[in-house]
Antibody, heavy 121, light 107 residues
Framework: QVRLMQSGAEVKKPGAAVKVSCKTSGYTFSSHSITWVRQAPGQGLEWMGW????????FYAHGLQDRVTMTIDPSTTTAYMELKNLVSDDTAVYYC??????????????WGQGTLVTVSS | DIQMTQSPSSLSASVGDRVTITCRAS??????LAWYQHKPGEAPQRLIYGVSSLQSGVPSRFSGSGSGTEFTLTITSLQPEDFATYYC?????????FGGGTKVGIK
Protein backbone atom coordinates (compact mmCIF):
# COMPACT_ATOMS: atom_id res chain seq x y z
CA GLN A 1 0.00 0.00 0.00
CA VAL A 2 1.03 3.60 -0.51
CA ARG A 3 2.84 5.03 2.50
CA LEU A 4 4.67 8.23 3.27
CA MET A 5 6.63 8.03 6.52
CA GLN A 6 8.08 11.23 7.93
CA SER A 7 10.92 11.74 10.38
CA GLY A 8 10.27 12.52 14.02
CA ALA A 9 9.59 15.69 15.92
CA GLU A 10 12.31 18.30 16.20
CA VAL A 11 13.06 21.12 18.61
CA LYS A 12 15.32 23.83 17.23
CA LYS A 13 16.65 27.16 18.36
CA PRO A 14 16.03 30.35 16.39
CA GLY A 15 18.53 30.68 13.56
CA ALA A 16 19.06 26.94 13.26
CA ALA A 17 18.01 24.69 10.37
CA VAL A 18 15.79 21.62 10.26
CA LYS A 19 15.61 18.85 7.68
CA VAL A 20 12.50 16.69 7.51
CA SER A 21 12.47 13.44 5.56
CA CYS A 22 9.58 11.72 3.82
CA LYS A 23 10.19 8.07 2.96
CA THR A 24 7.75 6.79 0.33
CA SER A 25 6.74 3.26 -0.57
CA GLY A 26 4.04 1.32 -2.34
CA TYR A 27 4.09 3.22 -5.64
CA THR A 28 6.45 4.30 -8.39
CA PHE A 29 8.37 7.22 -6.89
CA SER A 30 8.96 8.97 -10.21
CA SER A 31 5.26 8.99 -11.14
CA HIS A 32 4.21 11.54 -8.53
CA SER A 33 5.83 14.76 -7.33
CA ILE A 34 5.97 15.59 -3.64
CA THR A 35 4.29 18.65 -2.14
CA TRP A 36 5.11 20.08 1.28
CA VAL A 37 2.42 21.73 3.41
CA ARG A 38 2.61 23.10 6.93
CA GLN A 39 0.16 24.09 9.65
CA ALA A 40 1.15 26.44 12.44
CA PRO A 41 -0.68 26.13 15.77
CA GLY A 42 -4.23 27.42 15.45
CA GLN A 43 -3.70 28.32 11.79
CA GLY A 44 -4.76 26.87 8.46
CA LEU A 45 -2.87 24.86 5.89
CA GLU A 46 -0.03 26.60 4.07
CA TRP A 47 1.40 25.36 0.76
CA MET A 48 5.19 25.47 0.92
CA GLY A 49 6.21 24.13 -2.46
CA TRP A 50 6.79 21.01 -4.50
CA UNK A 51 9.64 18.97 -5.87
CA UNK A 52 9.67 16.89 -9.02
CA UNK A 53 10.63 13.29 -8.35
CA UNK A 54 11.92 13.01 -11.92
CA UNK A 55 14.11 16.10 -12.35
CA UNK A 56 14.42 17.47 -8.83
CA UNK A 57 12.97 20.77 -10.08
CA UNK A 58 11.24 22.82 -7.43
CA PHE A 59 8.80 25.66 -6.94
CA TYR A 60 8.59 27.36 -3.57
CA ALA A 61 6.15 29.69 -1.88
CA HIS A 62 7.30 33.30 -2.24
CA GLY A 63 7.77 33.89 1.44
CA LEU A 64 9.95 30.81 1.93
CA GLN A 65 12.05 30.64 -1.21
CA ASP A 66 15.11 32.21 0.43
CA ARG A 67 15.13 29.68 3.28
CA VAL A 68 13.65 26.40 2.03
CA THR A 69 15.23 23.64 -0.03
CA MET A 70 13.33 20.59 -1.22
CA THR A 71 15.29 17.64 -2.54
CA ILE A 72 14.84 14.00 -3.48
CA ASP A 73 16.85 10.80 -3.29
CA PRO A 74 15.41 8.42 -5.91
CA SER A 75 17.68 5.61 -4.71
CA THR A 76 15.78 5.52 -1.41
CA THR A 77 12.49 6.99 -2.70
CA THR A 78 12.79 9.71 -0.09
CA ALA A 79 12.01 13.42 -0.26
CA TYR A 80 13.53 16.04 2.01
CA MET A 81 12.54 19.52 3.11
CA GLU A 82 15.17 21.73 4.74
CA LEU A 83 14.26 25.06 6.30
CA LYS A 84 17.05 27.38 7.43
CA ASN A 85 17.27 30.44 9.67
CA LEU A 86 14.32 29.25 11.72
CA VAL A 87 12.12 31.74 13.55
CA SER A 88 9.35 31.14 16.05
CA ASP A 89 6.72 31.51 13.31
CA ASP A 90 8.14 28.35 11.71
CA THR A 91 6.77 26.31 14.60
CA ALA A 92 4.32 24.04 12.83
CA VAL A 93 3.41 20.55 11.77
CA TYR A 94 5.04 19.84 8.42
CA TYR A 95 3.44 17.39 5.98
CA CYS A 96 4.67 15.79 2.80
CA UNK A 97 2.03 14.68 0.31
CA UNK A 98 2.12 12.61 -2.84
CA UNK A 99 0.88 14.79 -5.66
CA UNK A 100 -1.29 14.51 -8.73
CA UNK A 101 -0.77 16.42 -11.96
CA UNK A 102 -3.95 18.18 -13.04
CA UNK A 103 -2.75 21.42 -14.53
CA UNK A 104 -0.20 21.78 -11.76
CA UNK A 105 1.00 19.27 -9.17
CA UNK A 106 -1.16 19.30 -6.06
CA UNK A 107 -1.62 16.95 -3.08
CA UNK A 108 -3.63 13.80 -3.62
CA UNK A 109 -4.91 11.45 -0.98
CA UNK A 110 -1.63 10.12 0.42
CA TRP A 111 0.11 12.20 3.04
CA GLY A 112 2.79 11.67 5.64
CA GLN A 113 1.79 11.60 9.28
CA GLY A 114 3.22 15.04 9.91
CA THR A 115 6.36 16.23 11.70
CA LEU A 116 6.13 18.75 14.51
CA VAL A 117 8.93 21.30 14.38
CA THR A 118 9.17 23.54 17.42
CA VAL A 119 11.37 26.63 17.31
CA SER A 120 12.17 27.89 20.77
CA SER A 121 15.07 29.48 22.56
CA ASP B 1 -1.01 35.77 -6.01
CA ILE B 2 -4.55 34.40 -6.08
CA GLN B 3 -6.41 34.85 -2.81
CA MET B 4 -8.86 32.17 -1.67
CA THR B 5 -11.60 33.28 0.72
CA GLN B 6 -13.71 30.68 2.47
CA SER B 7 -16.98 31.32 4.22
CA PRO B 8 -18.06 30.84 6.84
CA SER B 9 -14.89 30.44 8.89
CA SER B 10 -16.84 28.21 11.27
CA LEU B 11 -20.30 26.78 11.65
CA SER B 12 -22.27 24.61 14.03
CA ALA B 13 -24.52 21.92 12.68
CA SER B 14 -26.36 18.81 13.75
CA VAL B 15 -26.10 15.28 12.47
CA GLY B 16 -28.31 15.02 9.39
CA ASP B 17 -28.01 18.69 8.47
CA ARG B 18 -27.12 19.89 4.99
CA VAL B 19 -23.92 21.95 5.10
CA THR B 20 -22.63 24.31 2.42
CA ILE B 21 -19.17 25.89 2.39
CA THR B 22 -18.17 28.54 -0.12
CA CYS B 23 -14.75 29.34 -1.55
CA ARG B 24 -14.15 32.48 -3.61
CA ALA B 25 -11.04 33.09 -5.68
CA SER B 26 -9.69 36.56 -6.38
CA UNK B 27 -9.41 35.58 -10.05
CA UNK B 28 -10.56 32.70 -12.18
CA UNK B 29 -9.02 29.28 -11.46
CA UNK B 30 -10.70 27.29 -14.22
CA UNK B 31 -11.43 23.80 -12.92
CA UNK B 32 -8.32 23.67 -10.73
CA LEU B 33 -10.08 23.59 -7.38
CA ALA B 34 -9.87 20.86 -4.75
CA TRP B 35 -11.35 20.35 -1.28
CA TYR B 36 -9.67 18.73 1.71
CA GLN B 37 -10.92 17.56 5.09
CA HIS B 38 -8.60 17.88 8.08
CA LYS B 39 -9.14 16.41 11.52
CA PRO B 40 -6.90 17.21 14.53
CA GLY B 41 -3.93 14.90 14.78
CA GLU B 42 -4.49 13.41 11.35
CA ALA B 43 -3.21 14.15 7.85
CA PRO B 44 -5.55 16.03 5.52
CA GLN B 45 -7.72 13.95 3.22
CA ARG B 46 -8.63 15.01 -0.32
CA LEU B 47 -12.39 14.92 -0.88
CA ILE B 48 -12.90 16.59 -4.24
CA TYR B 49 -10.67 17.50 -7.18
CA GLY B 50 -11.37 19.21 -10.49
CA VAL B 51 -14.20 21.17 -8.80
CA SER B 52 -16.63 18.26 -8.67
CA SER B 53 -14.83 14.91 -9.02
CA LEU B 54 -15.20 12.77 -5.93
CA GLN B 55 -12.01 11.22 -4.59
CA SER B 56 -12.14 7.42 -4.55
CA GLY B 57 -13.53 6.12 -1.28
CA VAL B 58 -15.14 9.40 -0.24
CA PRO B 59 -18.86 9.09 0.61
CA SER B 60 -21.32 10.40 -1.94
CA ARG B 61 -22.83 12.82 0.58
CA PHE B 62 -19.88 15.08 -0.31
CA SER B 63 -20.15 17.05 -3.54
CA GLY B 64 -18.46 20.01 -5.16
CA SER B 65 -19.68 22.55 -7.65
CA GLY B 66 -18.96 25.97 -9.07
CA SER B 67 -16.96 27.67 -11.76
CA GLY B 68 -14.73 30.63 -12.39
CA THR B 69 -14.25 32.26 -9.03
CA GLU B 70 -16.98 30.78 -6.82
CA PHE B 71 -17.06 27.21 -5.61
CA THR B 72 -19.09 25.21 -3.12
CA LEU B 73 -18.60 22.10 -1.03
CA THR B 74 -21.86 20.49 0.09
CA ILE B 75 -22.40 17.77 2.64
CA THR B 76 -25.96 16.57 2.15
CA SER B 77 -26.47 14.78 5.47
CA LEU B 78 -23.81 15.54 8.06
CA GLN B 79 -22.46 12.49 9.87
CA PRO B 80 -20.57 12.37 13.19
CA GLU B 81 -17.29 11.64 11.41
CA ASP B 82 -17.66 14.78 9.28
CA PHE B 83 -16.93 17.21 12.11
CA ALA B 84 -13.61 18.62 10.92
CA THR B 85 -12.05 21.61 9.18
CA TYR B 86 -12.45 21.91 5.42
CA TYR B 87 -10.08 23.71 3.05
CA CYS B 88 -10.29 24.61 -0.60
CA UNK B 89 -7.12 24.72 -2.68
CA UNK B 90 -6.50 26.40 -6.02
CA UNK B 91 -3.91 24.64 -8.18
CA UNK B 92 -4.40 26.83 -11.25
CA UNK B 93 -1.29 28.92 -10.85
CA UNK B 94 1.76 29.22 -8.59
CA UNK B 95 1.82 29.70 -5.72
CA UNK B 96 -0.89 27.22 -4.83
CA UNK B 97 -3.12 28.70 -2.15
CA PHE B 98 -5.40 27.13 0.43
CA GLY B 99 -8.49 28.89 1.67
CA GLY B 100 -8.51 29.90 5.32
CA GLY B 101 -10.57 26.89 6.35
CA THR B 102 -14.09 26.25 7.63
CA LYS B 103 -14.42 24.49 10.96
CA VAL B 104 -17.58 22.38 11.16
CA GLY B 105 -18.57 21.86 14.77
CA ILE B 106 -21.33 20.11 16.62
CA LYS B 107 -24.43 22.12 17.48
Amino acid sequence: QVRLMQSGAEVKKPGAAVKVSCKTSGYTFSSHSITWVRQAPGQGLEWMGWVSTVTGNTFYAHGLQDRVTMTIDPSTTTAYMELKNLVSDDTAVYYCARSTLLGLWFPDDFWGQGTLVTVSS
Amino acid sequence: DIQMTQSPSSLSASVGDRVTITCRASQGVGSSLAWYQHKPGEAPQRLIYGVSSLQSGVPSRFSGSGSGTEFTLTITSLQPEDFATYYCLQHYTYPLVFGGGTKVGIK
